[in-house]
């Protein structure tokens, strides 16, 4: 392989607590260790376009407690074409970047992974989302932050519920997994979780509310958006044609959730990842996506993450049962 002098660094899909700390290490880890670290902003879409400023230590100083990412992030449609990739690099040959360091979810690590086999760049992964669904790692960077915000705001809809005795539908974030659901439900003591990866779930509910609906007692359920009935609304209003006499309302937390200072957590977990990826670039690898595994650094091939699918955690939904 051919010795790497300059890398870029982008942030792709939705935006996570804890990236601009992963910008942070990538950056003064690179740069510690002889690289010229370009930022390629506004993800696949700068990379694109040619919309690249370099960075230097002083330019990551103070970034570490901000969430968003300060060289932004978008979707693009154009990446998932060859011609997009096409113009993708040769906006880095103009760039002089030999190596590309992506933070983002599973969307980013395949246009990645297909780039790296056309072009033979190598491509790092670092997995930034809140959903934590990325097969590979135990956590990614930013869950932990967003479980953080959901349980303070709904231990603030959690006195209003008990002090009017209504039900309270809260809907978090994850379109295809529970992650942030079962995990933030567990933690507020939510009396109902319901999650794509289990079915029949809706009918548990009921069989429940029955039971309590003459007590008139207070209740959290936590909905994941991609719950198969179709989320807090939508579940909010059967559960309202069949128990007339319940206080029901709905909380979509929506975007609430990717934003905020990043936990400490995700702070130092993004650190570890950012200065890895830099390590795994001198190390001649390529195509990988830094994962943490029992609290360890591990190399995970990018196609594994994109193909592989990670369940959630079934002893937490062992507990559940106890415990609800």
């Known amino acids: 392989m051919e010795e790497i002098k300059k890398i870029g660094v982008l942030t792709s899909g939705g935006d ?12 003064r880890t690179g740069i510690h260790n002889g690289f010229d670290v370009v930022g390629i902003r506004r993800g696949y879409m700068g990379m694109i376009e040619g919309d690249m400023i370099p960075l230097t230590s002083q330019s990551v100083s103070g970034i570490i407690q901000k969430g968003g990412t300060i060289i932004q992030t978008a979707r ?9 990739r096409k113009k993708a690099h040769d906006q880095l040959v103009n760039y002089g970047i030999q190596a590309v360091i992506v933070i983002g979810g599973d969307g980013s690590f395949t246009g990645a992974s297909t780039m790296s086999k056309e072009f ?23 869950y932990d932050t967003a479980l953080n915000t959901v349980v303070e705001a709904v231990d603030k809809i959690r006195d209003t519920a008990s002090s ?37 779930q809706l009918d548990k509910l009921k069989r429940y509310l029955a039971e309590r609906a003459e007590l008139k007692k207070s209740s959290i359920v936590m909905v994941a958006e991609g719950e198969e009935d179709g989320g807090a609304i939508a579940i909010a209003k059967i559960i309202k044609g069949e128990f007339p006499d319940l206080d029901i309302r709905t909380t979509i937390l929506g975007h609430i959730q990717r934003g905020g200072s990043p936990s400490a957590f995700d702070r130092v977990t993004a650190s570890r990842m950012g200065t890895a990826a830099i390590e795994a670039l001198m190390d001649d690898q390529k195509s990988i996506m830094i994962g943490l595994v029992n609290n360890e650094i591990v190399n995970v091939p990018l196609n594994k993450t994109v193909k592989l699918h990670k369940d959630v955690n079934r002893d937490l939904l062992r507990l559940t049962e106890i415990l609800i």
């Open 16 to 27: 996570a607590p804890g990236m601009n700390a992963a910008i942070r290490a990538v950056v």
């Open 76 to 84: 693009c449609k154009e990446f998932m074409t060859y011609e997009g």
């Open 164 to 200: 009017h005795g209504r039900i309270f539908f809260v809907e978090v974030m994850g379109k295809e997994a529970g992650f942030v659901a079962l995990r933030s439900g567990i933690a507020c003591g939510a009396e109902g979780i319901l999650i794509p990866e289990e079915k029949g």
């Open 120 to 142: 033979d760049i190598p491509f790092i992964g670092i997995p930034g989302t809140i959903d934590n669904d990325l097969y590979g790692t135990d956590y990614t960077i930013g």
